[in-house]
């Protein structure tokens, strides 16, 4: 089994030099919950009689498990069980992941600011922080036309509507292929 598992949607640009970097410094025997919430306080589910209140990694900035949390979770997710699980709470993925690990497993969400989704502005992201951040989401906000990290711009946005090239040119300037 691998040390870790890590999900990221296929409009996420993921820095993995980064993300190895900082995973090598975290024991994956040890149970990790790695990424990042949308909301600003934890979510409840009022259907269910205890009323559960949790934290999830929002999947749009994606996010990591390690090698010990992935075998705990074996037991509900095999055959089938994660779908039943969130066809009963009747909640996204991401979020019936986050029902799951923090809740009936009791493992604490790590919070890495270093996972970014549409949902932020990413225009804030300050340059000289980029290299060390370790996902970037491509999307729109409400009232946000452009949300793409500020980069320069090394294609023609026709070739690069999200800034991901760009965004890799940046970060690796001798492996860019203009």
């Not at 040390?3 to 025997?29: G, S, T």
Request: net charge positive; hydrophobic share 35%; proline share 5%.
């Amino acid at each position: 089994m691998a040390k870790w598992a890590c999900h990221f949607d296929d409009d996420n640009y993921v820095n993995i030099a980064e993300l190895v970097r900082v995973l090598k410094k975290l024991d994956p025997k040890r149970d990790w919950y790695l990424g990042r919430p949308s909301t600003v306080g934890p979510v409840g589910i009022d259907s269910i009689p205890e009323k559960p209140t949790f934290w999830f990694a929002t999947g749009g900035a994606g996010f990591c498990l390690s090698k010990s949390l992935l075998a705990k979770m074996s037991s509900y997710v095999r055959n089938g069980g994660f779908e039943e699980l969130g066809e009963l709470l009747r909640l996204p993925d991401d979020v019936s992941l986050g029902y799951l690990i923090e809740h009936l497993l009791k493992v604490k969400l790590t919070v890495l600011d270093k996972f970014h989704s549409h949902l932020e502005d990413l225009n804030e992201i300050n340059r000289d922080d980029i290299h060390k951040q370790i996902s970037f989401s491509a999307g729109g906000r409400p009232r946000i036309v452009k949300n793409v990290v500020r980069v320069p711009e090394e294609y023609i946005v026709e070739d690069d509507p999200r800034r991901f090239r760009s965004l890799h040119c940046f970060l690796y300037r001798k492996h860019c292929q203009r």
